[in-house]
């Protein structure tokens, strides 16, 4: 198994930026595609971003693309999101996951339902 820990979340206002990072321990990271997904109060857990486990290929939700960009370093076994020109709608508890469903491809699903690890989560609120 793998251990997951979110940190780097907090308030900001709009057009700021924020930093989230995914700190993993347990197994070799590298094994893994890794995605972060956010729930804003009386929503779904929604998909963010995912990237593969070489960082090869990175996949983003519509609504942040351009503003959000996913990152690994497998040396630190770590995730990182950055964000930037951040919007009041962004405000969610940011969570990271981890699957090894696509080991030795270059493939990370959108879809949270094929994550097997989570951490606990980091807010993010943007103030308007």
């Known amino acids: 198994q793998v251990q997951l820990v979110e940190s780097g979340g907090g308030l900001v206002q709009a057009g700021g930026s924020l930093r989230l990072s995914c700190a993993a321990s347990?197994?070799?990271?590298?094994?893994?595609?890794a995605g972060w997904f956010r729930q804003a109060p009386g929503k779904e857990r929604e998909f963010v971003a995912a990237?593969?486990?070489?960082?090869?290929?990175?996949y983003y939700a519509e609504s942040v693309k351009g503003r959000l960009t996913i990152s690994r370093d497998n040396a630190k076994n770590s995730v990182y999101l950055y964000m930037n020109s951040l919007k009041p709608e962004d405000t969610a508890v940011y969570y990271c996951?981890?699957?090894?469903?696509?080991?030795?491809?270059?493939?990370?699903?959108?879809?949270?339902?094929?994550?097997?690890?989570w951490g606990q989560g980091t807010q993010v609120t943007v103030s308007s």
């Open positions: 996951a981890a699957t090894d469903r696509y080991l030795g491809t270059e493939v990370a699903s959108l879809r949270s339902r094929e994550y097997d690890y």
């Open positions: 347990g197994r070799t990271f590298s094994n893994y595609a």
């Open positions: 990237i593969s486990w070489s960082g090869g290929s990175t």
